[in-house]
């Protein structure tokens, strides 16, 4: 079955710098999501990119995905103090059912002010 | 849309004692879904239902783990005869298959249930 695994493990900014994490995973994917989590709001969803799309954009963030690397990036630009949390990626393999999704341990940023 | 609820929050339990949570999904989401998370790690898969029916359940899920979607709504997940090791945050979330607003796959989370077994 499909699982993430982000890189780097930790992360350490400053404010108004921008901040970069990569996922890598196995097999052919359908789509691949990424979710972050901090303690006041729990884990929320961020954006999702399918395989025939190569960048998605939402406010501050910059997707990528390279499928022929079998990887993806999430840029969040500009950070903020409230960016402070962990990030996971979920690729969705196209072989696996859809009801469930499997993280990686995910990258812990820390943006100082 | 008040989002995903779970109940309770926290919860100590001695070894060997049952315990049960819930969650309550978004109104109108008939997928929902149990995860569970321990320190440091991302949240594993448990189950997940369409409407009342249970459609896949992990192996993490052993015999002691029963959860249960009774009218399609909100859902349990019990616990029997836990052990230290079940200490963990269980994460519930839902989506719905004819999500309109989002992307398709998009599952929203609750804040989970942190059980603590001594």
């Known amino acids: 079955s499909q699982q993430g695994e982000e890189d780097p493990q930790a992360l350490s900014i400053q404010e108004g710098e921008n901040a970069t994490m990569n996922c890598s995973y196995k097999?052919?994917?359908?789509?691949l999501q990424w979710y972050r989590q901090n303690s006041g709001r729990g884990l929320v969803h961020l954006i999702l990119?399918?395989?025939?799309?190569r960048e998605k954009h939402s406010g501050r963030l910059r997707v990528t995905l390279d499928t022929s690397k079998k990887s993806s990036s999430l840029l969040i630009t500009a950070s903020r103090a409230a960016d402070t949390a962990s990030y996971f990626c979920a690729p969705r393999g196209r072989t696996d059912s859809w009801g469930k999704l499997q993280f990686g341990a995910g990258t812990q940023v820390v943006v100082t002010p | 849309d008040t989002g995903v609820s779970q109940n309770p929050r926290h919860k100590i339990t001695k070894r060997g004692q049952n315990v049960t949570f819930r969650c309550d999904p978004i109104?109108?989401?008939?997928?929902l879904y149990w995860y569970r998370q321990t320190l440091g790690q991302g949240p594993e898969f448990l189950t997940y239902f369409q409407n009342e029916a249970q459609l896949e359940k992990s192996r993490l899920l052993s015999d002691r783990f029963s959860a249960e979607r009774p009218k399609g709504s909100f859902s349990t997940l019990e616990i029997q005869r836990t052990e230290q090791g079940d200490s963990a945050m269980y994460l519930c979330a839902s989506s719905s298959s004819e999500d309109s607003g989002g992307a398709p796959d998009t599952q929203y989370f609750g804040p989970g249930t942190r059980l603590t077994v001594l």
């Open positions: 109104s109108e989401h008939n997928r």
């Open positions: 097999t052919s994917i359908n789509n």
């Open positions: 990119i399918r395989s025939n799309e």
